[in-house]
């Protein structure tokens, strides 16, 4: 099973800041990677798929990239409403997991 | 509007078994591979189940292979999952997610809202 690294677990951020969060694939998975957003007490939602795609509808300010083994969402300026928990999933062969999840708190 | 919806969770003892249902609205279920992904009480994500859409080819986690069965009926635009043989360790929020894209796994866009289910003596 391919296994998924998140870093950090968990970060504080003021607004405006630059976030980045790291993930890491235990062995190559090509660009087959997602991010996904959860607000507290939400399901998931999807931001990035195949490692760099934006989703229709999420703002501007996230981005992916990465390919292979390692990956990185970034969030350009961070907004309040940013507050959730991130995590990256591989797709390119089941188990599809998912990383442990980030969680960015705003200061 | 493109839709899921949980329903069947509850509280179930150890040992018991329980069926839950995804229904889906707003697109043709038969065209979608679909998933089940879990998350117990304060916890991260976990996949649980893939099926794809003619159900052809369905994955399990390792833990719950043997256990749980995922299946659909695509003219009922349902997916399911039989759980049986329940534990105290699968109590989360099981959300099933539609497989989205070009490549197997895809990504899973919508997310139903979830149900809840507990086990517990």
């Known amino acids: 099973d391919i296994q998924m690294t998140q870093s950090p677990s968990s970060l504080s951020a003021s607004v405006g800041d630059r976030v980045t969060i790291t993930c890491r694939a235990s062995q190559s998975i090509s660009s087959y990677l997602n991010w996904y957003q959860q607000k507290p007490g939400k399901a998931p939602k999807v931001l990035i798929y195949?490692?760099?795609s934006l989703q229709s509808g999420v703002p501007s300010r996230f981005s992916g990239s990465g390919s292979g083994t390692d990956f990185t969402l970034t969030i350009s300026s961070l907004q309040p409403e940013d507050l959730a928990t991130y995590y990256c999933?591989?797709?390119?062969?089941?188990?599809?997991?998912f990383g442990q999840g980030t969680k960015l708190e705003i200061k | 509007e493109v839709q899921l919806v949980e329903s069947g969770g509850g509280l179930v003892q150890p040992g018991g078994s329980l069926r839950l249902s995804c229904a889906a609205s707003g697109f043709t279920l038969s065209t979608y591979s679909m998933n089940w992904v879990r998350q117990a009480p304060g916890k991260g994500l976990e996949w649980v189940s893939y099926i794809s859409s003619s159900s052809s080819t369905i994955y399990y986690a390792d833990s719950v292979k043997g256990r749980f069965t995922i299946s659909r009926d695509n003219a009922k635009n349902s997916l399911y999952l039989q759980m049986n043989s329940l534990r105290a360790e699968d109590t989360a929020v099981y959300y099933c997610a539609r497989g989205s894209g070009w490549y197997q796994g895809g990504w899973f866009d919508p997310w139903g809202q979830g149900t809840l289910v507990t086990v517990s003596s």
């Open positions: 195949a490692a760099s």
């Open positions: 999933q591989q797709s390119y062969s089941a188990p599809y997991t």
